[in-house]
Structure formats: C-alpha cells, structure tokens
C-alpha cells in the first residue's frame, strides 16, 4: 500500500448524518461539534451541499441565528472540516467548498 492510499484510511466514511444513533456511538471518529454540524445541516438543507464561504455565513445566520467573531472564524473552520475529509474545496474556486 503506498503512502497515498494510506492517507485516505479513516476519511472516507462521509457524511454520517444517514446512519441511525446506535452505529454512530460505535464508531470511533472525530465527531463534528456544534458548529460543524450546523456548517453541514447549512449546506445540505440550504445549498445543496455547495456553497462559498459568504453564503454559508448567511445560511448560518439564517438557519441558527449564529454570527462568528470574524470571518476567519469559519474560514479555518472550513479548512479544518476539508482536511478531516467532512467537506472538499472545489475546484479552482476559492473559498467555495462541498460535501463529500
């Protein structure tokens, strides 16, 4: 197995919002805190699961009556979710990200 396919162990469950509560108290992922599930109900219910950072500050707002201390807030929020494999960044578009 090469280091790249390594990489990918772990990320690949996606979005686990489908699974019933009894098999998510069983699996030992990172679970999402508040903020993050709110980012992922935002961009599934709202924009169908894409979305730039504007708007999910919007749909946050709209959605939960949620307004971060800053932009960068969310931004790093954002990065951190895509690099633990809950969102991916699109393609030649900054700042818009989707689920996976």
């Given at each position: 197995m090469d280091n790249e396919s390594d990489d990918k162990i772990g990320r690949r469950l996606g979005d686990l919002s489908d699974l019933p509560p009894e098999l998510r108290k069983l699996l030992n992922v990172a679970k999402l805190d508040d903020l993050?599930?709110?980012?992922?109900?935002t961009l599934k219910n709202r924009y169908e699961g894409?979305?730039?950072v504007d708007e999910i500050l919007?749909?946050?707002y709209r959605d939960f009556q949620y307004i971060p201390d800053d932009r960068r807030t969310i931004a790093n929020k954002l990065y951190r979710m895509s690099k633990a494999g809950?969102?991916?960044?699109?393609a030649k578009r900054k700042g818009v990200?989707?689920?996976k």
């Open positions: 993050e599930e709110k980012i992922i109900s894409v979305a730039s919007v749909g946050l809950h969102l991916e960044g699109v990200f989707k689920m």
